[in-house]
């Protein structure tokens, strides 16, 4: 099977002793198949000696996996987490959203028995988080205990948008008052 | 404080404002101007299986009517006419928002509603040419209207739709013998139906306080309030639906039934010109 | 002894066809801006379309599985899509068993492991019926999880093969379907030669059901061969196109 040919979804197109089973292909019997329409590539993999080998589609569909940067928008919050609607994974907007869900213990790294969750995030709010782990069967466990996490967007109880302060608070440009979240460091 | 984003994630999180960013220059984001209705595709007669069908697309909004035509005995109060039955469908295939069946009830409802009221309170029909023989059979039209794609704006498809395939159902010759019994005659003609009259819709809404034409569905659920203006080829006001939303101004009204009449002409050319096709 | 000559002496078909020859195909792909892959397909005088959504969030709670995807099939027909008028009730009994079918069939054909917690939906369409919708419908989905980009073992496809006075037939239309001989559907994986969908109905003796079976699978591969070399040709440019929007 030579590289750049157009392959249809079981098309046999290398073989796991030379290759290893990149995306876009499956592997049975110990040969390498591909799983949708598309162009093959090989690639280098460093420290291996096998050759990757992928089939590049038109289309990827998105879905949240472990480890995937999320923003997604908090839609209610109680004392022990706060539920939030999944709506771009990894800089791509999603076209139906998934449901997340950020415990108290995962909302930042230090002090985690001490978190308010009225202090870290409001409805209407967009967080960027990381997806920790599939969850429960309604929603996914996201994490917002990094720096750079938290939220990146909220409004005030004026309805303006709010300006970051510090790393717990920010600020009304009319008010001037100040409301506690736990915001995400922009570089 | 901004949100550093890609176009289409704004449009995600911050749908209104990623509207507001457009609007006060005279645009929507698919580019058309505000008062800018989508192009209109129809086609007629393409199903085999039914006695009349119509295919109408606005943009990405489609939906495709089927007319059958069976015979029945006539309601006794009205025993020289026949009947009309209408049912509009939103499958889930048509939407990501609807997922079953059941999600759709409501806005089926709705539609049929608008459409048979128009349809039959504007006597587009005369329902005494559906009359086979009077007082013991007539025809019956099932008229069912699929939308297959929601992209906004399903009334003036589906409206469009229904009357293109009225307008090229065949009807066989039929005759009726001793016993009651309906038969069709071999080699017999076909009997085409003439509408009284066009009823041509136009769809608007009201997002930030401007006026759009013919909404898409993202426009229709951020908007405060969408209605209906209906304008027949004669003229003549058929219809005003305003399904409550917020308050509008006597003159956006009246601006709105100009629009209307002004498109009435090229939609009407548009579905004769689909029948000729046909032919 | 019928009454319409489904084989004439030349040994053509009520349509013109010989024996095992499959009606003329043609799809789109593509067509549905809202859904993540859609087709149109016709064979013969069948339309369907089919209209993938997914993956997405689960709509059923608790139905969600934590290791793989659950597919969601609805198979439904116009009520204009057959000569007398279908009564519009959306769940009748045979569209619920296609339902079911075409549902495990693609269940062992996605890789579901791939996308946990999720639901992949599959909603088919007839819009017109002259026999043969349930492999239409097959033949239609496969196209639509193929444009939405959904990883699988291989390409179903599906066709139907019978026997009327003796013979053989390969795709029935609608008037052979009703003449009340045997019907088989069968869906297979072409690459793997490895059978997906089997049921027979009527009876047949077993060197009948030996060559309806080899009709079909024939039929099945006559169908791949057309639908793999138009998609080679469509991916072609669809590939080329994003090369250059890069």
């Given at each position: 099977?030579?590289?750049?040919?157009?392959?249809?979804?079981?098309?046999?197109?290398?073989?796991?002793?030379?290759?290893?089973?990149?995306?876009?292909?499956?592997?049975?019997?110990?040969?390498?198949?591909?799983?949708?329409?598309?162009?093959?590539?090989?690639?280098?993999?460093?420290?291996?000696?096998?050759?990757?080998?992928?089939?590049?589609?038109?289309?990827?569909?998105?879905?949240?996996?472990?480890?995937?940067?999320?923003?997604?928008?908090?839609?209610?919050?109680?004392t022990q987490f706060a539920k939030v609607d999944i709506t771009c994974v990894e800089g791509k907007a999603l076209e139906t959203t998934f449901m997340g869900m950020i415990r108290q213990q995962d909302v930042r790294a230090t002090e985690i028995d001490k978190v308010v969750i009225y202090e870290s995030f409001r409805p209407g709010d967009v967080v960027r988080a990381v997806v920790i782990s599939l969850g429960d069967s309604k929603s996914y466990y996201l994490s917002t205990a990094r720096n750079e996490l938290g939220v990146v967007f909220g409004t005030s109880m004026a309805g303006q948008t709010l300006v970051p302060v510090s790393w717990k608070e920010m600020e009304c440009p009319k008010t001037h008052l100040r409301e506690l979240r736990k915001v995400a460091k922009t570089i | 404080?901004?949100?550093?984003?890609?176009?289409?994630?704004?449009?995600?999180?911050?749908?209104?404002?990623?509207?507001?960013?457009?609007?006060?220059?005279?645009?929507?984001?698919?580019?058309?101007?505000?008062?800018?209705?989508?192009?209109?595709?129809?086609?007629?007669?393409?199903?085999t299986t039914a006695e009349g069908s119509a295919l109408v697309k606005l943009g990405s909004t489609s939906a495709i009517c089927g007319i059958k035509a069976e015979v029945t005995i006539p309601a006794d109060t009205e025993p020289q006419c026949g009947k009309l039955v209408l049912s509009v469908e939103l499958p889930p295939l048509c939407s990501p928002n609807i997922q079953r069946w059941t999600d759709s009830v409501e806005q089926n409802s709705s539609l049929e509603v608008q459409i048979e009221d128009i349809l039959l309170k504007t006597n587009v029909l005369n329902l005494e040419a559906l009359c086979i023989k009077d007082s013991s059979a007539v025809w019956v039209l099932y008229v069912d209207v699929y939308i297959l794609e929601h992209d906004g704006n399903c009334f003036d498809a589906a409206l469009l739709s229904v009357l293109t395939a009225l307008t090229n159902v065949k009807l066989p010759e039929v005759e009726v013998n001793e016993e009651q019994i309906v038969s069709i005659v071999e080699?017999?003609?076909?009997?085409?139906?003439?509408?009284?009259?066009?009823?041509?819709?136009?769809?608007?809404?009201?997002?930030?306080?401007?006026?759009?034409?013919?909404?898409?569905?993202?426009?229709?659920?951020?908007?405060?309030?969408?209605?209906?203006?209906v304008y027949n080829n004669r003229g003549e006001l058929c219809s005003l639906y305003k399904p409550g939303g917020k308050h509008i101004n006597d003159d956006i009204l009246e601006e709105c039934k100009q629009t209307t009449l002004n498109r009435t002409e090229h939609i009407v050319k548009l579905m004769k010109q689909a029948n000729e096709a046909k032919k | 002894m019928s009454k319409i000559e489904f084989i004439s002496p030349e040994g053509l078909r009520v349509d013109g066809r010989r024996p095992q020859e499959v009606r003329k195909i043609n799809y789109r792909l593509n067509l549905f801006s809202r859904a993540d892959g859609s087709a149109y397909y016709e064979q013969g005088n069948t339309r369907v379309l089919a209209a993938v959504y997914g993956p997405r969030q689960v709509t059923r709670r608790g139905a969600s599985k934590h290791d793989r995807a659950i597919i969601n099939c609805e198979y439904s027909m116009a009520t204009f899509s057959t000569g007398e008028r279908r009564k519009s009730a959306k769940r009748d009994r045979r569209s619920t068993e296609i339902s079911v079918v075409i549902r495990q069939t693609f269940e062992s054909v996605i890789l579901t492991h791939l996308y946990p917690r999720t639901q992949i939906d599959i909603f088919m369409q007839v819009?017109?019926?002259?026999?043969?919708?349930?492999?239409?419908?097959?033949?239609?989905?496969?196209?639509?999880?193929?444009?939405?980009?959904?990883?699988?073992?291989?390409?179903?496809?599906?066709?139907?093969?019978?026997?009327?006075?003796?013979?053989?037939?390969?795709?029935?239309?609608?008037?052979?379907?009703?003449?009340?001989?045997?019907?088989?559907?069968?869906?297979?994986?072409?690459k793997q030669n490895k059978i997906c969908l089997l049921q027979m109905d009527s009876k047949l003796t077993i060197e009948q059901y030996e060559e309806v079976m080899q009709m079909a699978v024939e039929g099945c591969k006559q169908i791949h061969a057309v639908l793999d070399a138009k998609l080679k040709d469509v991916t072609d440019q669809l590939v080329n196109k994003r090369k250059t929007l890069l």
């Open positions: 099977m030579s590289e750049s040919d157009v392959v249809t979804p079981g098309t046999r197109i290398g073989s796991v002793d030379t290759h290893i089973s990149g995306r876009g292909t499956y592997t049975r019997d110990g040969r390498i198949c591909a799983s949708v329409v598309g162009r093959v590539v090989t690639k280098d993999v460093p420290n291996q000696d096998k050759k990757i080998i992928e089939v590049e589609s038109k289309q990827e569909t998105t879905v949240p996996q472990i480890g995937s940067i999320v923003l997604a928008t908090v839609v209610k919050t109680t | 404080m901004k949100l550093e984003a890609s176009a289409d994630v704004i449009r995600k999180l911050h749908p209104l404002e990623f509207y507001k960013r457009f609007l006060p220059e005279g645009i929507r984001p698919d580019g058309r101007n505000l008062n800018k209705p989508r192009v209109t595709v129809i086609s007629a007669g393409s199903l080699g017999g003609s076909t009997q085409s139906l003439e509408l009284n009259h066009y009823p041509i819709p136009l769809s608007f809404c009201i997002l930030d306080d401007k006026l759009l034409v013919d909404p898409t569905s993202e426009e229709e659920e951020l908007s405060s309030t969408c209605f209906t203006i | 819009l017109q019926a002259d026999g043969g919708t349930r492999c239409a419908c097959i033949n239609a989905a496969s196209l639509a999880l193929i444009d939405a980009g959904i990883p699988m073992r291989d390409f179903v496809v599906s066709c139907a093969a019978g026997m009327i006075d003796g013979v053989a037939l390969t795709d029935l239309n609608y008037i052979e379907d009703s003449a009340g001989g045997p019907d088989l559907p069968l869906a297979i994986l072409p």
